[in-house]
């Protein structure tokens, strides 16, 4: 039967190591979400794994299966759920159709002539490997490990992301500690706490506790399916706020693309926390926008809404600073990445001191420029307030 046929050329595929991937289609199971199927080889501590990837309307699911366990459940699947099969190998390409006119096997040219890497492939130099298992299962890499062309700027984004972070932490007093905490807030689609916990626990080879929390439970979920797939133990995702987030016990505390008074938040929870490192990319500033009264003398600039908005951003994000500062952080803010490739590119940064600047000095300075603009509140202001 073409049907056993399949699973057996796939069976065999993975003991001759000629296995490249695997998709299921034409799903006509009960699920009325599922859309198709995805299946990859990966190596895990526990040896080489099948890892499904089930593709939702909105969102995905991530799993891996002993070799054995994998193709009983692909056994299972054709057939009754999913009506079409296509698997790619180094020696040929097997496409399987079931229809109610029977059930075809196809065999063509193989289109890979090599499987894809499933070990990392790391010099000392290389950040982060574009073999890695989570950037080929959140669609970042192929599964040769190339960048796909409409992930390149994200690509862009998390090296120079793990930079920086690497750098900041270097310069830290975390530098002496094997064992520490990172919480990144507003975590989304996980690209980022990925390759943080991948940097500390792969690369540098510590023992990292990283939690990413966000607001979207399918992204919670697809994320936490996939750390689950992949073993990344001390790899948790959360579904929650920022501002209902209970931080306590944090080293370092990420914030990136943080909508609005959300980047507000989380940053009075770093300094709340006593965190030894806050790094914040600040999205759509809103809450001082309303607020300006523009000066006499920029009256006739500020009347131009991009400038005002410019002005906006401008003000938002140095009163944060001078806050962080207060607070007994050294804050640099600098241009995350370019702006081609992505326009939110701004960073704040605070690495905690022991000696905090003179707080009457600091004050004095956002009273004259809340005062200068006819600001009345600023989110992060308030929330510092005893």
Same mark, same amino acid.
């Given at each position: 039967?073409?049907?056993?046929?399949?699973?057996?050329?796939?069976?065999?595929?993975?003991?001759?190591?000629?296995?490249?991937?695997?998709?299921?289609?034409?799903?006509?199971?009960?699920?009325?979400?599922?859309?198709?199927?995805?299946?990859?080889?990966?190596?895990?501590?526990?040896?080489?794994?099948?890892?499904?990837?089930?593709?939702?309307?909105?969102?995905? $699911?991530? !799993?891996?299966?002993?070799?054995?366990? @994998? /193709?009983?459940?692909? &056994?299972? *699947?054709?057939? =009754?759920?999913?009506?079409?099969?296509?698997?790619?190998?180094?020696?040929?390409?097997?496409?399987?159709?079931?229809?109610?006119?029977?059930?075809?096997?196809?065999?063509?040219?193989?289109?890979?002539?090599?499987?894809?890497?499933?070990?990392?492939?790391?010099?000392?130099?290389?950040?982060?490997?574009?073999?890695?298992?989570?950037?080929?299962?959140?669609?970042?890499?192929?599964?040769?490990?190339?960048?796909?062309?409409?992930?390149?700027?994200?690509?862009?984004? $998390?090296? !120079?992301?793990?930079?920086?972070?690497? @750098? /900041?932490?270097?310069? &830290?007093? *975390?530098?002496? =500690?094997?064992?520490?905490?990172?919480?990144?807030?507003?975590?989304?689609?996980?690209?980022?706490?990925?390759?943080?916990?991948?940097?500390?626990?792969?690369?540098?080879?510590?023992?990292?506790?990283?939690?990413?929390?966000?607001?979207?439970?399918?992204?919670?979920?697809?994320?936490?399916?996939?750390?689950?797939?992949?073993?990344?133990?001390?790899?948790?995702?959360?579904?929650?706020?920022?501002?209902?987030?209970?931080?306590?016990?944090?080293?370092?505390?990420?914030?990136?693309?943080?909508?609005?008074?959300?980047?507000?938040?989380?940053?009075?929870?770093?300094?709340?926390?006593?965190?030894?490192?806050?790094?914040?990319?600040?999205?759509?500033?809103?809450?001082?926008?309303?607020?300006?009264?523009?000066?006499?003398?920029?009256?006739?600039?500020?009347?131009?809404?991009?400038?005002?908005?410019?002005?906006?951003?401008?003000?938002?994000?140095?009163?944060?600073?001078?806050?962080?500062?207060?607070?007994?952080?050294?804050?640099?803010?600098?241009?995350?990445?370019?702006?081609?490739?992505?326009?939110?590119?701004?960073?704040?940064?605070?690495?905690?001191?022991?000696?905090?600047?003179?707080?009457?000095?600091?004050?004095?300075?956002?009273?004259?420029?809340?005062?200068?603009?006819?600001?009345?509140?600023?989110?992060?202001?308030?929330?510092?307030?005893?």
């Amino acid at each position: 039967m073409s049907t056993e046929k399949f699973i057996s050329e796939t069976a065999k595929s993975l003991r001759d190591e000629t296995f490249v991937k695997m998709t299921l289609g034409n799903y006509k199971g009960s699920d009325g979400q599922l859309q198709k199927l995805l299946i990859r080889l990966v190596e895990t501590r526990k040896g080489a794994r099948l890892f499904f990837l089930y593709r939702y309307q909105t969102r995905d $699911i991530a !799993k891996n299966y002993s070799l054995d366990e @994998g /193709l009983h459940i692909l &056994s299972e *699947l054709l057939g =009754k759920d999913f009506h079409s099969g296509h698997l790619f190998t180094t020696t040929k390409d097997f496409q399987l159709a079931i229809g109610k006119r029977g059930v075809h096997l196809n065999v063509g040219k193989p289109t890979f002539a090599v499987k894809p890497k499933l070990e990392h492939d790391r010099e000392k130099k290389i950040l982060i490997d574009p073999n890695s298992f989570y950037l080929k299962a959140l669609g970042i890499t192929t599964d040769h490990g190339a960048i796909r062309d409409k992930q390149q700027d994200k690509w862009k984004q $998390i090296n !120079k992301f793990v930079e920086i972070l690497g @750098g /900041l932490f270097d310069q &830290s007093s *975390l530098k002496e =500690k094997h064992d520490f905490n990172i919480v990144d807030m507003g975590s989304g689609k996980g690209y980022l706490t990925f390759a943080a916990y991948d940097y500390f626990k792969n690369v540098s080879g510590m023992d990292v506790n990283v939690t990413g929390i966000d607001t979207n439970p399918n992204l919670v979920e697809l994320c936490s399916s996939i750390a689950k797939a992949g073993e990344f133990e001390n790899l948790l995702f959360m579904e929650g706020s920022i501002g209902d987030a209970d931080i306590t016990d944090v080293d370092i505390l990420i914030a990136l693309h943080a909508c609005d008074t959300a980047t507000d938040d989380a940053l009075f929870k770093g300094i709340s926390a006593d965190a030894e490192i806050i790094i914040a990319a600040p999205c759509c500033h809103k809450e001082i926008r309303p607020q300006i009264k523009p000066p006499k003398m920029f009256k006739d600039i500020l009347k131009h809404g991009i400038m005002l908005e410019r002005t906006a951003e401008t003000i938002t994000d140095g009163l944060r600073a001078l806050l962080l500062e207060r607070s007994g952080y050294a804050v640099k803010l600098f241009e995350f990445v370019a702006t081609e490739h992505t326009p939110k590119n701004n960073m704040i940064v605070g690495t905690r001191i022991e000696k905090a600047v003179a707080s009457e000095k600091v004050n004095s300075q956002i009273q004259s420029i809340k005062e200068f603009y006819g600001i009345k509140k600023q989110r992060l202001e308030n929330l510092l307030q005893p």
